[in-house]
């Protein structure tokens, strides 16, 4: 399975820290199958942070072992 996520920076290897804030979905860290979703949540975050690029990290996990665990 292909993964997106969009932001103002490359991230290359996410780590889930514990945030103190709240996200629409509550805490983590937010992909998409839908590329094009992830394009344009890239183009606000980088307009809202006034920061970096907006870019998009692409992810291929093995869908059978991630459901296994």
Request: hydrophobic residues 35%.
């Amino acid at each position: 399975m292909i993964l997106y996520h969009g932001s103002n920076l490359v991230v290359s290897e996410p780590k889930l820290v514990q945030q103190n804030r709240f996200l629409d979905f509550g805490f983590g860290f937010y992909t998409t199958t839908n590329k094009q979703q992830a394009i344009s949540f890239a183009d606000k975050v980088t307009k809202r942070r006034k920061s970096g690029d907006h870019t998009v990290s692409v992810y291929e996990i093995d869908e059978e072992k991630a459901f296994a665990e």
